[in-house]
């Protein structure tokens, strides 16, 4: 299935939460810090060298040291373009259960949603 249909409102994403989803915050560690949604787990998808954004090697064994392949997971970063990369390489590597979160954290903060800091 193509990640693109993957892709979930944060309402939706908030409604899965509710049902025992877990979340994949794939932001890096620092704007992570800065607020993310409770119960959040975070794994960078990418890390920032200097100016340039580097794909972080170890994602996948990051990913499968916490989640099972059959876990239920929403994926999601900042404005969603990382989150569905990481979707899409997550798909690749078995996770079945993966939602991209359409417009990221900033739409999360938007709506309102809970946030830890």
């Known amino acids: 299935m193509a990640a693109e249909s993957q892709s979930v409102t944060v309402d939706v ?4 939460l509710r049902k025992g989803h877990r ?4 932001r890096t560690s620092d704007e992570f ?3 993310h949604p409770p119960g959040a787990l ?14 972080n090697p170890q994602f996948l ?3 499968s ?3 099972a392949k059959d876990d239920a997971l929403v994926v999601g970063c900042k404005s969603g373009r990382r989150s569905l990369m990481a979707v899409t390489d997550l798909q690749s ?11 990221g954290y900033s739409a999360w903060r938007e709506k309102g949603l809970p946030n830890s800091e």
């Open 65 to 67: 040291s916490h989640f």
């Open 13 to 16: 994403a908030h409604d899965l």
């Open 61 to 63: 064994d990051e990913v």
């Open 33 to 35: 810090k800065a607020g």
């Open 42 to 55: 975070n794994i960078p998808y990418m890390f920032k060298i200097g100016a340039e954004m580097l794909k």
């Open 23 to 26: 979340y994949l915050d794939v």
């Open 93 to 103: 590597a078995g996770f079945g259960r993966v939602a991209n979160v359409a417009g």
